[in-house]
Antibody, heavy 123, light 112 residues
Framework: QVQLQESGPGLVKPSQTLSLTCTVS??????????WSWIRQHPGKGLEWIGY???????YYNPSLKSRVTISVDTSKNQFSLKLSSVTAADTAVYYC???????????????WGQGTLVTVSS | QSALTQPASVSGSPGQSITISCTGT?????????VSWYQQHPGKAPKLMIY???NRPSGVSNRFSGSKSGNTASLTISGLQAEDEADYYC????????????FGGGTKLTVL
C-alpha cells in the first residue's frame, strides 16, 4: 500500500526557509489522480492545509500562506517537497504530507498520511 | 477559527454510542456529499475513517458511521471502546473561491 515519509531539519532559525521532502513508496506520483498535499498542526491545535501539487506540477496554496510557500515535485524520485520562507515562531508545528483525493482540483479527503515531523523555529 | 464547527469535546462510557457533529454552510457540508472524518491519537498522524459522508475505507471498523443533514455532518461511534479515545476532525469539499480545503477544529473524545 502507499506510504509517505517526511524528512528534513527539525530546527530552523527565524527568517530562514523551512524545507521538507515527502517520499512516496508503494505507488507512483506520476500515475495521477491525486493531490499531494502538505498539512500542518500547531502544538495542541487543529489541522491547517498548506497546499498541494499535482503530478503535472500544478499547485494550489492556502491563501494565508501563499506568499511564502512553494511546493515542487520530483517524479523521478517519487518525492514532493515543501519550502516555507521567512519563518517565525508561529510556523512551529508538526508538518504532515498526505495523498489527497477529490474533484475539480479540490481535495477533500486525505489518505494516507506521513507520520509527521516536528519543525521548531528558534534561534 | 476553523471553517467547520465541531464541539470541543464529547464523552461516553464503554459500550455506549456517541455522535460528533460538524457544521458548515451550503458552500461546503450542505452543498455536497463530500465530507470526510479523521481519527488522531496523541502523537500520531490522522487516519481517514469516513469519506463521502458515510463510506468507510477498508479496514475501518463498522462501529464508525457517518451521516449528514442539511449543513451538519455527523460521525457516530457505536459500542464505544477505550481505543476510540482520540481527537476527531472533519473535512469537506468546498466551493469557496479562495480556500480549497476546509477542516473542522477537532473534537476530543473521552471514553469514561
Amino acid at each position: 500500500q502507499v506510504q509517505l515519509q517526511e524528512s528534513g531539519p527539525g530546527l530552523v532559525k527565524p527568517s530562514q526557509t523551512l524545507s521538507l521532502t515527502c517520499t512516496v513508496s508503494g505507488g507512483s506520483i506520476s500515475s495521477g489522480g491525486y493531490y499531494w498535499s502538505w498539512i500542518r498542526q500547531h502544538p495542541g491545535k487543529g489541522l491547517e492545509w498548506i497546499g498541494y501539487i499535482y503530478y503535472s506540477g500544478s499547485t494550489y496554496y492556502n491563501p494565508s500562506l501563499k506568499s511564502r510557500v512553494t511546493i515542487s515535485v520530483d517524479t523521478s524520485k517519487n518525492q514532493f517537497s515543501l519550502k516555507l520562507s521567512s519563518v517565525t515562531a508561529a510556523d512551529t508545528a508538526v508538518y504532515y504530507c498526505a495523498r489527497g483525493g477529490g474533484i475539480a482540483a479540490r481535495p477533500y479527503w486525505f489518505d494516507p498520511w506521513g507520520q509527521g515531523t516536528l519543525v521548531t523555529v528558534s534561534s | 477559527q476553523s471553517a467547520l464547527t465541531q464541539p470541543a469535546s464529547v464523552s461516553g462510557s464503554p459500550g455506549q454510542s456517541i455522535t460528533i457533529s460538524c457544521t458548515g454552510t451550503s458552500s461546503d457540508v450542505g452543498g455536497y456529499n463530500y465530507v470526510s472524518w479523521y481519527q488522531q491519537h496523541p502523537g500520531k498522524a490522522p487516519k481517514l475513517m469516513i469519506y463521502d459522508v458515510s463510506n468507510r475505507p477498508s479496514g475501518v471498523s463498522n462501529r464508525f458511521s457517518g451521516s449528514k443533514s442539511g449543513n451538519t455532518a455527523s460521525l457516530t461511534i457505536s459500542g464505544l471502546q477505550a481505543e476510540d479515545e482520540a481527537d476527531y476532525y472533519c473535512s469537506s469539499y468546498t466551493s469557496s473561491s479562495t480556500l480549497y480545503v476546509v477542516f473542522g477544529g477537532g473534537t476530543k473524545l473521552t471514553v469514561l
